[in-house]
């Protein structure tokens, strides 16, 4: 009998939440998808691209595998976020409860069991993995709460998230202003609100060329 898959994707400017069968809860955050069997077998194993975080129900039998950019989370029942965008180098795994094993699922290159507090840091080109104790963990689910953070972060990361979350584009006048880096935090404050933010912060400004372009240039 041949296995049936669902996927759901999620376009920019949305979010989604779902209940897997087992009673898993997943939080999809924006341009993200997930893949998944309509019946779980011996493994509940789901495949991620983007963003998402897993509270997952505790089934001793059944581990339960995120398959995400040639690496693997394996857990039995904890709470966590991944950030896997196609577009981004690296890939994200940060712990909040329980534990979690990660590991390459290619060249079993690191194999390694998470505690609490800790954030994962894979590089998808060289396939190495480090782990780093995180203070602000708890800030890297606040997505879910519409509330943004970024902690002294360059420009352009800060317009990737921007984008996905607003569905614009932003085109770069100046290629010096990639320079700048941005703290700042955002609790569902507009978009325009926010680049206000960011024009005070340093000497930039924004323009709305279209309905979905805007552009950044020195001020």
Not at 15 to 35: C, F, Q
Not at 54 to 79: H, N, R, Y
Not at 111 to 132: F, L, N, S
Request: charged content about 30%.
């Amino acid at each position: 009998m041949t296995e049936r898959f669902h996927e759901i994707i999620v376009p920019r400017c949305g979010e989604y939440r779902l209940v897997l069968s087992d009673g898993t809860r997943i939080y999809l955050n924006a341009e993200s998808s997930l893949r998944f069997p309509d019946v779980f077998g011996d493994e509940r194993k789901v495949y991620l691209t983007g963003e998402a975080y897993f509270e997952v129900k505790k089934d001793a039998k059944k581990p339960f595998i995120v398959d995400v950019a040639s690496m693997q989370i394996k857990v039995l029942g904890t709470s966590f976020n991944v950030n896997a965008y196609p577009t981004e180098s690296k890939v994200l795994t940060t712990l909040d409860e329980g534990s979690v094993k990660i590991r390459n699922a290619q060249s079993n290159s690191f194999d390694y069991i998470m505690k609490p507090g800790e954030t994962a840091i894979y590089e998808k080109e060289t396939g190495t993995c480090i782990i780093q104790k995180n203070k602000d963990y708890k800030n890297e689910s606040v997505w879910m709460k519409d509330v943004l953070i970024f902690n002294d972060t360059p420009l352009e990361d800060v317009l990737k998230v921007l984008s996905r979350k607003y569905n614009v584009q932003f085109n770069i006048e100046n290629e010096a202003i990639y320079s700048y880096t941005y703290t700042l935090r955002s609790e569902g404050e507009s978009l325009q609100e926010i680049l206000e933010s960011m024009r005070h912060i340093t000497p930039i400004k924004y323009e709305k060329t279209n309905r979905r372009e805007i552009k950044i240039s020195p001020r």
